[in-house]
């Protein structure tokens, strides 16, 4: 799998991490939203620079210009439903995407740290040679991925995969690796070092999905 690690470099994107870190500006739910939307933004111009190419001409009022476009047929799938916000923001750049969805959400028993990921719902069109994108937006563990790899089969074979995370674990990040086919992309805002007890990444930001929603019961 190759790792495309924008939190090493200085740029705008360290802001919007920065914030969507802040347990006060956290509180804003439309500004945590807005942060993962534009945090989708920014990982989907860096993905479009490694997809297909091919020159078109195009008709403009004065004459005919040749442009270089992209050619891949992209399926943007997101986990539901913390994946929405980050959906959002790719939908924004790649508007000529399909779409899929896929319910997949931590089950513990009682008060135990140990959790299985279910799967539940899951709607997605045929990925049968398509540039199939990922996108969950906290990589802590590696199991939801490995779950919702698993329930993309029955789909079809997609040319390639990219996986748009916008905070990943190392230890998730290595589970994903073994797990996935070694043409696999990461593009990834942030990698932080380690999961607590609970499978939640330290220092991280909390769970996003309370944090752009509402917490659950």
């Avoid at 989708?40 to 403009?60: Q, R």
């Avoid at 790649?94 to 997949?104: H, M, Y």
């Avoid at 009682?110 to 899951?122: M, N």
């Avoid at 790899?149 to 990040?173: C, T």
Wanted: net charge negative.
């Amino acid at each position: 799998m190759t790792i495309h690690h924008f939190g090493e470099g200085n740029s705008l994107l360290n802001k919007f991490i920065s914030e969507i870190r802040d347990v006060e500006i956290q509180k804003d739910s439309m500004r945590f939203r807005r942060n993962i939307e534009r945090i989708g933004e920014i990982l989907s111009y860096e993905m479009s620079k490694s997809l297909s190419y091919v020159n078109k001409t195009v008709e403009t009022p004065f004459g005919k210009k040749e442009m270089h476009l992209p050619t891949d047929n992209l399926v943007l799938c997101s986990v539901l439903r913390a994946g929405l916000p980050l959906h959002q923001g790719m939908l924004n750049y790649f508007d000529g995407a399909e779409n899929a969805f896929i319910s997949a959400y931590r089950h513990h028993r009682g008060d135990e740290d140990a959790f299985e990921v279910i799967v539940k719902y899951f709607a997605a069109p045929s990925l049968e040679n398509k540039t199939l994108v990922l996108t969950d937006p906290m990589l802590a563990t590696g199991k939801t991925l490995e779950n919702v790899l698993s329930a993309l089969k029955d789909h079809g074979v997609p040319s390639q995969i990219h996986i748009i995370s916008v905070i990943g674990s190392r230890g998730g990040i290595e589970h994903v690796k073994k797990v996935f086919p070694d043409n696999t992309h990461l593009w990834i805002a942030a990698i932080d070092p380690e999961l607590n007890n609970k499978g939640y990444i330290l220092p991280g930001i909390g769970d996003a999905g309370d944090l752009a929603f509402g917490e659950k019961l």
